[in-house]
């Protein structure tokens, strides 16, 4: 009984539930446009509703769980609907075949260095069709040749551009992070390269959003006046105004191994500070005739004027529909129920972007709070502390580690690791990261004030040096993280449901939650040992897709040998995107021999040349890197089960096949994409089988 009170105690809980389940029902049956049939199931339901409260004659409409049920039927109905209407306009856009190659964008987001080009999302306006502008409304991505010009352009530039839009381009790589699908998700589905002198300014928008990006850009600018370094800079920017295109690839895999990426992603607590922060800085309204009402109008409104300045990022928007909520609710002396509040946030964002429930951080960001609101209270009442001092430190760490419970499954199915500190690290980093919003949002308010400004730009570069070099500490302690775990989607649900029933144990004591939990980690053991049994008896040849290439790996059992024609290290960070992640799903992450394939004398023979030959169990693998063997001729071709051809042979086909049979020709990413072309005509011609890395990714056979 005391588990339905409670459920009834959250009835938004039992609702946004029935509405994610439509989403996903949407996103499931993509293929499947059944809006009308949803559309006319809520009709029907509504009508049954009708029917049955008249039948009931109750003055109050009660229809017990009947009424629940239907009620459940039609917000899943209503959440399909949502989403395949969000999902139907991007699938419109995503087909959209334009050959156009003149445009007027306007530039969204501000730029981003990625070495070589200058990355800008912008919004296509108009373009050009026989001589004629058409309005089209559509997000892209645009790699501008790198210059100055590229680099200075801010959020609200139109410009007069000559491209040619292409489709973004999928995973080249098993594993690999689909950026395609991200893409998507925020409604980009094309991207152009632009070359320098292609392009010019012609007009500034002045939208809401680029005012914002504006403001932003200006408070970065009274940031640069402290005189930090880079790194130190970049970890401000991104604390406290959610600035990380500046963030060292270093800086984030110290912070994420430590436990504490949270405090870059603007996060609530990021948000709380701020509105905690303001309601000191208010303190004087309270004695105010109707001084309660104009303070918490004035966070409400510096908090979103906040999430406005830093991009509406899912994790802040949730945070500040939140605390407007809470504070809403004690402005009118209302009971505070959290657990319901923060399934009406998430329920409000969903209804806006239903697709926001694929982001990692909304995810993260609900599952966090969650775990605070449930967890955090059983902890704490563990131990009983009368010392103040030692009574905040237990609440502090009973804080984390109950927000690193319930977000345990995520970061182990997105990151593949879980950090081992992050108890201890967030015991000092928390009260810091606390200290410096606060403090720089002092130093904004003084930015005019010489004396006062370097002052506390000093204390703000000595706390920003306290906070990089004790969470680096922390990142090189002995067994500081526990990398290449691997789950899968079922398990991650099944370790959310055991969270959600080790919960549910605790609110009503049923030995039924007990027994559910050992059955689901029986389950999850089970389902581990089959994937070690497959592990250790795998025998799989993947040639993989990265930049210009050669790379050919050979795995057998929990070992792997890298096959490859450039210096780069196994652990080199483009390395890591392109394979790592495959490595980690086949558990032979860290034990990955790299080998220079073109010194390898050991795969070598005399008849061969400077090509390599394998014997894989039963399998045949020559790969030609030589031309000088088409010199020799034979009686017979030799019969081989796959021939990998790299970017160096230039020959023709009638010459290979004069040397080898091959049961399937493999062109590896090192062949260029017009000799490609050239390929897979002749291959089709001679009826053969053929595999082109460059074109459909990277092959791979499991034997």
């Not at 499947?32 to 339901?45: E, H, K, R, T, Y």
């Not at 210096?567 to 220079?596: C, M, P, T």
Request: charge should be positive; hydrophobic fraction near 50%.
């Amino acid at each position: 009984m005391e588990l339905f009170i409670k459920i009834r105690k959250n009835p938004f809980a039992k609702l946004l539930l029935f509405f994610i389940a439509g989403i996903l029902a949407g996103s499931i049956f993509y293929n499947w446009d059944g809006i009308p049939v949803f559309a006319i199931s809520i009709v029907l339901i509504l009508l049954l509703m009708v029917v049955l409260t008249r039948m009931n004659n109750r003055p109050d409409y009660h229809t017990d769980w009947v009424a629940g049920i239907l009620s459940g039927l039609i917000l899943i109905c209503i959440g399909f609907i949502n989403y395949r209407i969000h999902d139907l306009y991007g699938e419109r856009r995503k087909n959209t075949h334009v050959s156009s190659q003149e445009f007027i964008i306007e530039v969204f987001e501000p730029p981003v260095n990625t070495g070589k080009t200058v990355k800008i999302t912008a919004l296509v306006k108009y373009l050009k069709t026989d001589s004629q502008w058409f309005c089209h409304r559509q997000k892209i991505l645009i790699y501008f040749e790198k210059d100055s010009n590229a680099m200075n352009l801010d959020p609200g530039d139109v410009l007069a551009c000559h491209f040619r839009l292409s489709r973004v381009s999928g995973p080249g790589n098993p594993a690999e992070f689909n950026y395609q699908q991200y893409l998507e998700r925020h409604r980009i589905y094309h991207q152009a390269f632009v070359r320098n002198g292609s392009w010019r300014v012609i007009n500034h928008h002045r939208s809401l959003r680029a005012t914002a990006f504006t403001m932003q850009k200006y408070l970065l600018n009274e940031y640069q006046k402290i005189g930090l370094n880079n790194t130190l800079y970049s970890l401000l920017s991104a604390i406290t105004l959610g600035y990380k295109n500046d963030l060292e690839i270093h800086t984030r895999q110290i912070f994420s191994k430590a436990g504490v990426m949270h405090v870059m992603a603007l996060s609530g607590f990021n948000v709380a500070v701020i509105a905690v922060f303001m309601s000191y800085l208010f303190f004087f309204s309270d004695r105010i005739k109707n001084g309660k009402i104009i303070k918490t109008l004035l966070i409400i409104l510096l908090i979103w004027l906040f999430v406005w300045v830093t991009g509406l990022s899912p994790s802040v928007t949730r945070a500040a529909v939140m605390i407007t909520l809470v504070l809403t609710g004690r402005l009118m002396q209302r009971k505070i129920n959290t657990i319901n509040i923060l399934c009406v946030s998430a329920f409000i964002l969903l209804t806006f972007s239903p697709s926001i429930i694929f982001d990692i951080g909304f995810q993260l960001s609900f599952a966090a709070v969650f775990g605070i609101i449930v967890y955090e209270p059983l902890l704490y009442r563990l131990i009983s502390c009368r010392n103040f001092f030692i009574d905040r430190i237990w609440q502090l760490f009973t804080v984390s580690c109950a927000a690193q419970f319930a977000t345990m499954p995520l970061t182990l199915y997105y990151f593949h690791q879980f950090p081992v500190y992050f108890w201890l690290t967030n015991l000092f980093v928390v009260p810091l990261v606390s200290l410096i919003i606060c403090v720089a949002g002092l130093f904004l308010l003084c930015s005019s004030i010489y004396p006062l400004m370097n002052f506390v730009g000093h204390v703000l570069e000595i706390l920003l040096n306290i906070l990089y070099h004790a969470v680096s500490f922390t990142e090189i302690l002995p067994f500081a993280v526990v990398e290449n775990i691997v789950i899968n989607k079922l398990q991650a649900l099944l370790m959310v449901l055991i969270i959600l029933m080790i919960a549910l144990f605790f609110l009503n004591r049923r030995k039924i939650w007990v027994w559910s939990i050992l059955v689901m980690l029986s389950i999850y053991g089970l389902i581990n040992i089959n994937r070690l049994w497959i592990w250790d008896n795998q025998q799989v040849v993947m040639v993989g897709k990265y930049k210009k290439s050669t790379e050919i790996h050979f795995i057998k059992g929990r070992n792997a040998i890298l096959f490859s024609d450039n210096e780069l290290k196994a652990d080199a960070i483009d390395y890591k995107y392109a394979f790592h992640n495959y490595w980690i799903s086949r558990g032979v992450a860290g034990r990955v021999q790299k080998k220079n394939i073109k010194e390898c004398e050991r795969y070598k023979a005399d008849w061969l040349c400077n090509n390599l030959f394998f014997g894989f169990y039963g399998k045949r693998i020559i790969i030609l890197q030589d031309n000088a063997l088409f010199k020799w001729q034979s009686k017979k071709p030799l019969k081989i089960d796959i021939l990998i051809v790299t970017g160096s042979i230039h020959t023709d086909l009638d010459s290979i096949l004069a040397l080898f049979e091959p049961d399937l020709i493999i062109f590896d990413s090192s062949v260029k994409w017009y000799q490609a072309e050239k390929w897979s005509m002749l291959c089709s011609a001679h009826d053969l089988r053929y595999w082109i890395v460059g074109n459909q990714g990277a092959f791979e056979a499991v034997y």
